[in-house]
């Protein structure tokens, strides 16, 4: 009876959904997530006001596909790992939510920088570098130009990596 609660929730059929869970249907952590990456808000209200679900891989699955607000109101339900939060926020480049995480003590920059920076969330990266985020791995030169227009100090990186390319920008406003 579990795998009709899933169907109901691709469907985003919020009657069949209730009524299921009405009926004592409990197995409720996938369909949670379907909702969560589908973006039904409704579902994942009637879902968490229901049942026990891991609002961790809800938040991750909002975020992975493009829905902050799901996010947002899952945070809004409860969280006990901020840094978690955190780094699902840098990888969906939600600069809201990191701000919010930041304001909850998470501190986990490093490995935030590295989640946006795997999606090119450059005023992300940026604000995780402002944060104290140790960057000591290798970037490509588009990141480095797109932090550095950002307004990020240089300072901030390898200077093997960032030096040519403070040269070559060097070179051209003297040129």
């Not at 691709?10 to 996938?30: D, F, K, T």
């Not at 973006?39 to 829905?67: P, W």
């Amino acid at each position: 009876m579990g795998h009709g609660i899933d169907w109901a929730c691709i469907g985003n059929q919020l009657e069949s959904a209730n009524q299921m869970i009405g009926r004592g249907v409990r197995q409720l952590n996938y369909g949670f997530i379907l909702s969560c990456r589908l973006g039904y808000l409704q579902m994942v209200t009637l879902i968490v006001d229901n049942g026990t679900v891991d609002l961790k891989l809800g938040i991750e699955a909002a975020f992975e596909s493009g829905h902050p607000n799901i996010a947002e109101f899952l945070i809004g339900k409860g969280i006990d790992d901020p840094n978690h939060v955190l780094r699902s926020a840098c990888k969906g480049g939600s600069v809201k939510v990191v701000n919010m995480m930041i304001a909850r003590g998470a501190n986990d920059f490093t490995a935030g920088f590295w989640n946006a920076y795997s999606n090119k969330y450059y005023i992300v990266m940026a604000l995780m570098i402002e944060h104290g985020a140790t960057i000591v791995g290798l970037i490509d030169v588009k990141a480095i130009n797109a932090l550095l227009n950002l307004g990020v100090d240089h300072s901030k990186f390898n200077e093997k990596i960032v030096k040519p390319i403070i040269d070559k920008r060097q070179e051209r406003i003297d040129a």
